[in-house]
Structures are given as C-alpha cells and as structure tokens.
C-alpha cells in the first residue's frame, strides 16, 4: 500500500510538473503577444518550414501533457486519445515541418506557396487582410492573443480538473470547476482544438475538430451513465443542477443576487 501511495504521488508531481510548465509556457507567449506591438515582418517559407526536430519537441509536450491528464481507460477513451493525438501531430507537421494545406491553397489564389511565410501562414489573418478587413499584421496579433489565451485556459481547465478528480479518489466530484460544469477536462481539450484552428488552421485539423468534439460529447454522456450507476440519486442531483459543459452563467448571476439580498 506504501509503494502504491509513493506511485500515486510522484504520478501527481510529474503531472504537475508537465502542466505548470506547458501552462507557463502559454501564459509567457500570451503575455509576450500582449505586449508586443503588431509588425509587419514574417519568417520566409524556407526558413520557418522543415524544422522537424520543432515538430517532434512540441508534439511530444502536448502529446505528453493531453496523456498525463486524461490517461484512457477503455477502448472509447482509446479511440479518443488516439484521434486527438493524429489532431496535434498533423497540426504541427503542417505548422513546422510540411505545410500541404499552404500547397493546397497557394495555387487557388494564384500565388505561390514560398510567398508564405511565418506571418501569412497564419491563414485566418491572412484571409481579413485579403478581404481588406485587418491589415495581415494586426490579424495575426489578433490571433495569436486569442488562441493563446484559449489554449491557456483548456490547459488549466485539463490539469485542474484531473487534480480533483485525483485527489478524491473515487468520490464523486462537486465542488471547483465542478460546480460550474460536469466535465472541465473536456471542455478543456475542445477549447485547445478550438484555439489552434484560430491561430494556424489547416484542412485537416479543421475537418476533425467538429469529429473529436463529438466524440468527446459522446463521451461525456457515457461517463454521465456510468456515474448515474455508480451514484445513484446523488449524481442525478447533481447533473440537473450543473450543466455538462456550458456554464448557466444566468442563473449562477441570479444566485449571486439572491445571496447579496439575503
């Protein structure tokens, strides 16, 4: 039971580890894009792509953090993780090593694709500047600020979350993030997906998020059945009162109210 313990422990340190250093991380580049003014100058094609020791340190971090907080338990979870992971190393093949999307679009517009630089990759801004919405430099400030942020929160969301669920073993959860929604982790991972096809969208990452959100919905309910037989009338309290992922945030104001009237 002692060396079972020890393990638990240094599983929750090394998790700890991972998250506060990808969070930091995330933080440090939200704060630097904060800060820094909006400037027209890109990487050129040839410099910014075929780094593949990039494409296998940050998919390594990430494929590591997503794993260390949501490890999967059975075949679905499996299914799961195993998607989201094909999500995160096609996401950075295409973001540091070989841009196909770049390939794919570059010729429906006529340009060719080394005119695509660090900045011009990032293709949502690319687009507001060709529409004449956002000039190219103020869009990609735009959407590094609110991809960073976004991935910032789903990270806090997914370590977070996993630490209570760690620390009560197998109690059902309540309190915390779980009194604002049912499944935190989950949320969590789809704001991270949300977030990267903010800031460096691809045809492939686009075509699976609306996949993997569904097979996390799917999931949910799944655990929301399996918690319903675990406890029974407590659970299905619980689930009327706190939404699965989306925040009453009306009816948590009008509590807030009543309690400052009272």
Excluded: C
């Excluded at 894009?33 to 890109?42: D, F, I, K, L, Q």
């Amino acid at each position: 039971m002692k060396a079972t313990s020890l393990k638990r422990t240094g599983m929750a340190w090394l998790g700890w580890a991972v998250a506060l250093a990808a969070i930091g991380f995330w933080i440090w580049l939200f704060l630097e894009t904060v800060t820094m003014r909006p400037a027209g100058y890109s990487v050129p094609f040839e410099v910014w792509y075929g780094n593949w020791h990039g494409v296998l340190v940050v998919s390594a971090v990430f494929l590591m953090f997503v794993l260390a907080f949501s490890w999967p338990r059975g075949r679905a979870e499996w299914r799961n993780a195993g998607m989201y992971s094909a999500f995160l190393i096609s996401l950075f093949v295409e973001m540091f090593g070989l841009p196909l999307t770049i390939y794919l679009v570059a010729p429906l517009l006529d340009i060719p694709a080394l005119a695509f630089g660090l900045t011009e990759s990032h293709l949502w801004a690319y687009a507001l500047d060709r529409a004449g919405i956002v000039p190219l430099a103020r869009g990609v400030y735009l959407v590094m600020i609110v991809s960073s942020a976004l991935i910032t929160v789903g990270m806090a969301l997914v370590a977070v979350g996993w630490a209570q669920v760690f620390r009560a073993r197998y109690q059902l959860v309540t309190t915390g993030l779980y009194r604002i929604v049912r499944h935190p982790q989950y949320v969590g991972l789809m704001l991270i997906v949300i977030a990267f096809n903010i800031q460096w969208p691809t045809i492939l990452t686009l075509a699976m998020a609306p996949v993997l959100i569904v097979m996390y919905v799917r999931q949910a309910r799944r655990e929301d059945r399996a918690l319903a037989t675990a406890f029974g009338e407590q659970f299905l309290r619980y689930a009327a009162q706190v939404p699965a992922f989306v925040p009453r945030l009306r009816a948590r104001a009008e509590l807030a109210v009543r309690r400052e009237e009272a």
